[in-house]
């Protein structure tokens, strides 16, 4: 999965690499641009610059390749959600687990919340490095490559909002329908027998 990852983004453009054809042209284009001869005479950071479009193209691809990732996950899934038809107990434990917040919907659902934040947060600090971080810096002990604490505080906390029920419900509506399906078998078995008690 990583691997595919950095793959792609070798292919794109790698922000990590000075020399990388789609970095470079980009710097060339801002110098064309802005008329200067070095991104030291930007009236912005550049690495701030550069990280951002970094993060932009690298998020993609991440999430590209989470979402092919989650629909392996969600076939190998179904599968439990169609042994459920077989195993009643297979059903429990599908529902149970949607309902304490423990089943794979969930865990996609946290994963993509925690992917979203993580990736704005990290364009907020670009943003800040842009804004604030002066081009003349030449090691991270210069004070002019820090920006206020105060800054740090217009960063929300993360908060995950879980699925609610009518999401949990529709993602095992598979295992709901079985479990109610080996319901009215046991109902009826118990109608069959009691009737044949009564007979006897």
């Known amino acids: 999965f990583e691997a ?23 710097e060339d284009s801002l110098l064309t641009v802005y008329k200067v001869d070095s991104v030291q005479q930007l009236p912005f950071n550049y690495k701030g610059f550069q990280m ?10 991440y999430s590209a390749h989470q979402d092919g990732l989650f629909r392996i996950f969600a076939k ?15 059903a429990v434990k599908n529902l149970s687990m949607a309902l304490t917040g ?9 994963q993509r919340q925690a992917e979203s934040y993580r990736f ?10 842009i804004k604030y971080v002066s081009n003349h810096t030449t090691t991270s002990a210069d004070k002019h490559s820090r920006v206020d604490k ?6 929300p906390d993360f908060r995950f909002e879980p699925l609610t029920i009518a999401e949990t419900l529709q993602a ?6 079985a479990l109610f399906g080996w319901v009215l078998v046991l109902f009826s078995f118990i109608h069959v027998l009691s009737k044949r008690l009564q007979a006897i």
Request: proline share 3%.
């Open 4 to 26: 595919s990852i950095e793959q792609d983004i070798l292919k794109v453009g790698d922000s990590h690499n000075s020399n990388d054809p789609y970095f470079k042209a980009l």
């Open 52 to 61: 951002k479009e970094g993060e932009r193209i690298s998020s993609g691809i």
């Open 76 to 90: 190998q899934n179904s599968f439990s959600q169609i042994i459920a038809f077989v195993n009643p107990f297979t």
């Open 102 to 110: 423990t089943d794979f919907a969930s865990y996609a659902a946290f």
């Open 120 to 129: 704005l947060m990290a364009q907020k600090m670009n943003d800040l490095q």
């Open 150 to 155: 105060k800054m740090w505080k217009s960063i």
């Open 172 to 177: 095992e509506l598979n295992s709901l329908i």
